[in-house]
């Protein structure tokens, strides 16, 4: 083979090899520089997302914090409604224990007013006539003593009934107060 074929494959060679070897870097350097590019974009969706999180946690905190304050608004108002309602069933029953016993110590003597016209007509003046006076309620009128005992019951029944309202009463502001929170 003559020295001239040989130098130009050899130089068909060489340059395969250089075209070869300069193909592959250029290759290199677009994949390094599209890798970059993807990781710029990668890292500008990890920074929104971040961004869009750290809102979405700071909302929450907000709302949080909000409905802790009227949970903690709504428990002082119930606070204050029940020692308002444990003073009233305090006051009440206390009321209740001076009442029974000025009762049992015949202090205070419980009555009735009688119908003059049915005393008229079952004959007789049975009852005791109430002295005409500022402690009366009507002057003159008939009134009759009612036994201690049942005296006692009265006031008993009345105490449950008085204790029962003051419950009832409780319950509702309770109830007002939950259902006006929503």
């Not at 003059?116 to 309620?137: E, I, K, L, N």
């Not at 009934?161 to 003051?166: A, K, P």
């Amino acid at each position: 083979m003559p020295l001239q074929v040989r130098l130009a494959i050899l130089a068909l060679i060489l340059g395969a090899a250089v075209g070869g070897g300069f193909a592959w870097w250029w290759q290199a350097r677009e994949l390094e520089r599209q890798a970059a590019g993807y990781g710029q974009q990668l890292a500008e969706k990890d920074l929104k997302h971040s961004r869009e999180r750290e809102g979405a946690a700071v909302a929450a905190l907000g709302q949080l914090e909000e409905q802790q304050k009227a949970r903690r608004a709504l428990e002082d108002r119930l606070q204050v409604q029940g020692q308002t309602h444990w003073k009233e069933m305090n006051d009440a029953q206390q009321a209740q224990a001076r009442l029974r016993d000025r009762l049992a110590t015949a202090d205070l003597r419980l009555s009735v007013l009688l119908d003059v016209g049915t005393v008229a007509a079952q004959g007789g003046d049975g009852g005791m006539r109430a002295p005409a006076g500022a402690g009366g309620v009507v002057d003159g009128a008939l009134r009759a003593q009612l036994d201690p005992a049942h005296a006692q019951r009265i006031v008993a029944i009345t105490d449950e009934g008085d204790r029962g309202l003051i419950a009832l009463k409780a319950c509702q502001a309770y109830a007002k107060e939950f259902s006006t929170r929503e």
